[in-house]
């Protein structure tokens, strides 16, 4: 079998299991869907809202030089134009000739040709226009007027909200720089070619964080948030060995940044950002302070001369850091001739994290388990499932990516300790509720 259609067929794979257990479905389905957006499920959100609140609690929870922040949407316009994005953010757009499909110009090696999907654009015969610069913000108007002064952009990315606010911030927090702000939001972005599930979409959610540092600072910031942001994915448990920096190069440099790399991970489909660490300069503030005349320079009893803070920015995608983990944690095993699926998510975000079963339905189980469930959700998300044989019932949380499943048997209504199946290793443990719950604790929280 050729790799591309291994690649294809993983990615139908995951595709399908999150359709099946609940993670994410296609928008609008009964419609008919709507190209390249997507609607998580209840595992789906419970996954995603972990997955933030993990990225959450290591930005600002565990820390004291960052604060967190959550700015609308829609911004003034002005702030678009200041940024550069009016002008700049804008991908190379091409169209075949003959089917009259549109590409971006600079990644044709990725993209598809929709007359024959199985080939690359210029495969069909056909001719390719010159490349025209395509503005990526969606447009609409606020208020009822649909005039030319009424169009207000919906934010292509959320540190726009972060740099208008940091004066804000500064006083209200009373942080000194070095210091940070976090945000965790949705972003828009009128892609020419979303796809590869949720990896590229028109609507997505970022965890941005940008770190004011002294000029003199950038490089020794840029180099321990890269750290910082390296360790953070290892502590999800994604294999790091399909994980990689990517430096970018002078062609690649978005027009705000001076140094840039990416975390890449290797997806079925290649090598691609997951992750992108900025060094932005003085750019940001310095475009806000001569557009607004506010006065954004930095000075305390240490930086006793007034200056523009530079900007070190972590840029993660939501939806793309959980395609990662669908890919990185997907495990086929035959287990007696049984092709059985794991989603081996790690215990600190699965959208499951103990999965209570009595083993049968009577003497007393039922009963028992019910307890054991009712503790065990004061802390832990847990599932209760009595129904169908017990292979069954940890099948189908193997396939959720629940990582312990706990069993109510016979030996449990004499001694009270019941069996605790480790997802990945398939180990069985037998303990009492008290050392389950310390035993979960220790497993979920480290
Ligand atoms: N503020 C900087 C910024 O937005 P970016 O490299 O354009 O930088 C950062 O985006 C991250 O946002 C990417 O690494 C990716 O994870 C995510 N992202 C960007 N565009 C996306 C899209 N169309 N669909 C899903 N995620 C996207």
């Not at 321990?224 to 290892?234: A, C, D, H, I």
């Not at 557009?291 to 900007?311: G, N």
């Not at 287990?335 to 339905?361: D, T």
């Given at each position: 079998?050729?790799?591309?259609?291994?690649?294809?067929?993983?990615?139908?794979?995951?595709?399908?299991?999150?359709?099946?257990?609940?993670?994410?479905?296609?928008?609008?389905?009964?419609?008919?869907?709507?190209?390249?957006?997507?609607?998580?499920?209840?595992?789906?959100?419970?996954?995603?809202?972990?997955?933030?609140?993990?990225?959450?609690?290591?930005?600002?929870?565990?820390?004291?030089?960052?604060?967190?922040?959550?700015?609308?949407i829609l911004m003034?316009?002005?702030?678009?134009?200041?940024?550069?994005?009016?002008?700049?953010?804008?991908?190379?757009?091409?169209?075949?000739?003959?089917?009259?499909?549109?590409?971006?110009?600079?990644?044709?090696?990725?993209?598809?040709?929709?007359?024959?999907?199985?080939?690359?654009?210029?495969?069909?015969?056909?001719?390719?226009?010159?490349?025209?610069?395509?503005?990526?913000?969606?447009?609409?108007?606020?208020?009822?007027?649909?005039?030319?002064?009424?169009?207000?952009y919906i934010r292509p990315e959320t540190?726009q909200g972060?740099?208008?606010?940091?004066?804000?911030?500064?006083?209200?927090?009373?942080?000194?720089?070095?210091?940070?702000?976090?945000?965790?939001?949705k972003a828009f972005?009128?892609?020419?070619?979303?796809?590869?599930?949720?990896?590229?979409?028109?609507?997505?959610?970022?965890?941005?964080?940008?770190?004011?540092?002294?000029?003199?600072?950038?490089?020794?910031?840029?180099?321990?948030?890269?750290?910082?942001?390296?360790?953070?994915?290892?502590?999800?448990?994604?294999?790091?060995?399909?994980?990689?920096?990517?430096?970018?190069?002078?062609?690649?440099?978005?027009?705000?940044?001076?140094?840039?790399?990416?975390?890449?991970?290797?997806?079925?489909?290649?090598?691609?950002?997951?992750?992108?660490?900025?060094?932005?300069?003085?750019?940001?503030?310095?475009?806000?302070?001569?557009?607004?005349?506010?006065?954004?320079?930095?000075?305390?009893?240490?930086?006793?001369?007034?200056?523009?803070?530079?900007?070190?920015?972590?840029?993660?995608?939501?939806?793309?850091?959980?395609?990662?983990?669908?890919?990185?944690?997907?495990?086929?095993?035959?287990?007696?001739?049984?092709?059985?699926?794991?989603?081996?998510?790690?215990?600190?975000?699965?959208?499951?994290?103990?999965?209570?079963?009595?083993?049968?339905?009577?003497?007393?189980?039922?009963?028992?388990?019910?307890?054991?469930?009712?503790?065990?959700?004061?802390?832990?998300?847990?599932?209760?499932?009595?129904?169908?044989?017990?292979?069954?019932?940890?099948?189908?949380?193997?396939?959720?990516?629940?990582?312990?499943?706990?069993?109510?048997?016979?030996?449990?209504?004499?001694?009270?300790?019941?069996?605790?199946?480790?997802?990945?290793?398939?180990?069985?443990?037998?303990?009492?509720?008290?050392?389950?719950?310390?035993?979960?604790?220790?497993?979920?929280?480290?």
């Amino acid at each position: 079998m050729s790799q591309k259609k291994n690649e294809n067929d993983l990615m139908d794979k995951i595709v399908s299991l999150s359709k099946r257990r609940g993670f994410v479905f296609p928008s609008s389905e009964i419609y008919g869907g709507i190209g390249s957006t997507w609607d998580y499920g209840p595992l789906g959100a419970e996954l995603k809202r972990n997955l933030k609140n993990y990225w959450w609690d290591a930005m600002t929870n565990r820390r004291d030089d960052i604060e967190g922040l959550d700015a609308a949407i829609l911004m003034h316009p002005e702030v678009w134009h200041t940024s550069g994005h009016v002008s700049e953010f804008t991908d190379p757009l091409v169209d075949c000739k003959k089917c009259k499909a549109r590409f971006r110009a600079d990644q044709l090696e990725m993209s598809r040709c929709p007359l024959k999907p199985s080939k690359s654009p210029l495969e069909c015969g056909g001719e390719l226009t010159e490349a025209r610069q395509f503005n990526l913000m969606f447009k609409t108007y606020m208020g009822p007027l649909e005039d030319d002064a009424n169009i207000v952009y919906i934010r292509p990315e959320t540190a726009q909200g972060i740099y208008v606010n940091f004066l804000n911030v500064k006083n209200s927090s009373r942080q000194k720089i070095p210091f940070g702000i976090a945000q965790v939001g949705k972003a828009f972005r009128n892609e020419i070619t979303p796809g590869n599930f949720i990896f590229r979409t028109r609507e997505f959610e970022q965890m941005e964080m940008q770190f004011f540092v002294h000029p003199s600072e950038d490089q020794k910031w840029f180099d321990y948030w890269r750290e910082e942001r390296w360790k953070w994915y290892e502590s999800l448990g994604i294999n790091m060995d399909k994980m990689r920096w990517h430096e970018h190069d002078e062609k690649e440099l978005a027009h705000y940044a001076k140094t840039a790399f990416d975390i890449e991970y290797e997806y079925p489909f290649g090598w691609q950002e997951l992750e992108g660490i900025h060094n932005r300069t003085d750019f940001d503030l310095s475009r806000h302070m001569e557009a607004t005349k506010k006065d954004l320079r930095y000075s305390d009893d240490v930086y006793t001369e007034k200056f523009i803070p530079y900007i070190i920015e972590t840029s993660a995608g939501v939806d793309r850091t959980l395609l990662t983990l669908l890919v990185d944690g997907y495990d086929e095993v035959e287990i007696k001739g049984e092709k059985r699926v794991f989603m081996r998510l790690s215990p600190k975000i699965a959208p499951i994290q103990a999965a209570v079963f009595p083993l049968v339905k009577k003497d007393g189980m039922p009963e028992f388990a019910e307890n054991v469930y009712h503790e065990l959700k004061k802390r832990f998300k847990t599932f209760y499932d009595v129904s169908g044989a017990i292979g069954r019932r940890y099948a189908r949380m193997d396939e959720a990516g629940c990582p312990f499943g706990i069993t109510i048997d016979g030996q449990t209504i004499e001694d009270e300790t019941m069996t605790v199946r480790d997802r990945d290793s398939m180990e069985q443990k037998r303990m009492k509720v008290g050392e389950l719950i310390e035993f979960l604790e220790k497993q979920i929280y480290g």
